[in-house]
C-alpha cells in the first residue's frame, strides 16, 4: 500500500505541477506571506498513510467502494499548509483541505497531529517567500515571478540565514541552484520520473479513449517524446530546487 501511494503522489506531482499550484503560507514576525515551497512533502513521503488526500486514513470511496482523490490542477497535493517561525524555529501550525460540501478550507490538522499544539519536521531547505509585487507566472509549479524575495534557509527546523533578493538575483541564485542540482543522484531520478510519468500519461490516456480518432490523437501527441531540454525546462519551472547547494 506504501508504494503504491508513493507512485499516486508521484505521478499526480509530475502529471499536474505543469499547471500554476496555490502557495502555502508561513507567518514571520506576526506577518503572513504567502510560501512557495512544501515542507511536508518529504513527511509525507515517509509518511504516505497520513497524507490527508492519498492517505489511508483519508481516502474516500464511492458508493461501489472504489476510492478516488479530490484533488485540483491548481493543488496537486490537496492541501494548504501552514508555517511559523517562532524563537528561529520553524513550525507546522495547520494543515486544511478543501471540503466538497461547502467549498471551504478545513483544518485537518488534529486529525493527523494528535494533541499537538505545533509540529517540528526536521526539515532542511530554502524557503522562498515572494516579498514584491507580482510580475508574471509561467504556470508551472510555484513558477510565479515576483520583484523581490526573502529567501530563507533552514537546517532541522532551524533558521541559519535569511536574505532578500531582487528579481534579477533570485533568478541567478536559481540557475546556479539548478546547474548543482544536475550533478547529483537526485537529478538523474528526477529525470527518469519525468520520463516515467509521461509514459504512465500516455498509457492512461490510452485507456480512456473509446473511439479510434481518439487514439489515433493520443498517439501523435505522444509520439514525438520530449527531449532534454524541455524536461530540464520542466525540472527547473516546476519547483524552487529548495535543498541547499550553493549559497545566495
Same mark, same amino acid.
Given at each position: ?41 518529504? $513527511? ?78 526536521? $526539515? ?45 538575483? $533570485? ?78
Amino acid at each position: 500500500m506504501k508504494f503504491k501511494l508513493l507512485f499516486i503522489l508521484l505521478f499526480i506531482s509530475l502529471k499536474f505541477f505543469a499547471t500554476g499550484q496555490e502557495p502555502n503560507f508561513i507567518k514571520i514576525d506576526g506577518k503572513e506571506y504567502d510560501l512557495l515551497n512544501d515542507p511536508l512533502e518529504k $513527511y509525507f513521503q515517509e509518511h504516505p498513510e497520513n497524507h490527508p488526500i492519498f492517505g489511508e486514513k483519508f481516502i474516500k470511496k464511492d458508493e461501489k467502494g472504489e476510492t478516488y482523490f479530490t484533488t485540483s490542477t491548481a493543488n496537486w497535493r490537496g492541501y494548504v499548509a501552514y508555517f511559523e517561525i517562532i524563537n528561529n524555529e520553524l513550525f507546522l501550525t495547520d494543515l486544511k483541505i478543501d471540503d466538497s460540501n461547502s467549498g471551504l478550507l478545513i483544518s485537518v490538522y488534529n486529525k493527523i497531529f494528535t494533541d499537538n499544539k505545533t509540529v517540528k519536521l526536521n $526539515y532542511s531547505g530554502i524557503l522562498t517567500v515572494p516579498t514584491g509585487d507580482f510580475i508574471d507566472s509561467d504556470n508551472f509549479g510555484f513558477s510565479s515571478y515576483y520583484k523581490s524575495y526573502l529567501l530563507l534557509t533552514v537546517k532541522n527546523d532551524h533558521l541559519e540565514k535569511k536574505k532578500e533578493l531582487q528579481n534579477k538575483d $533570485y533568478m541567478k541564485f536559481k540557475i546556479k541552484q539548478f546547474e548543482e542540482f544536475q550533478k547529483t543522484k537526485d537529478y538523474k531520478i528526477a529525470y527518469e520520473d519525468y520520463i516515467k510519468s509521461n509514459t504512465e500519461s500516455e498509457k492512461i490516456e490510452l485507456s480512456f479513449a473509446k473511439t479510434k480518432s481518439k487514439i489515433a490523437e493520443i498517439k501523435k501527441q505522444y509520439s514525438k517524446k520530449p527531449t532534454k531540454e524541455q524536461i530540464d525546462g520542466f525540472l527547473f519551472m516546476m519547483s524552487n530546487l529548495e535543498q541547499i547547494y550553493v549559497d545566495y
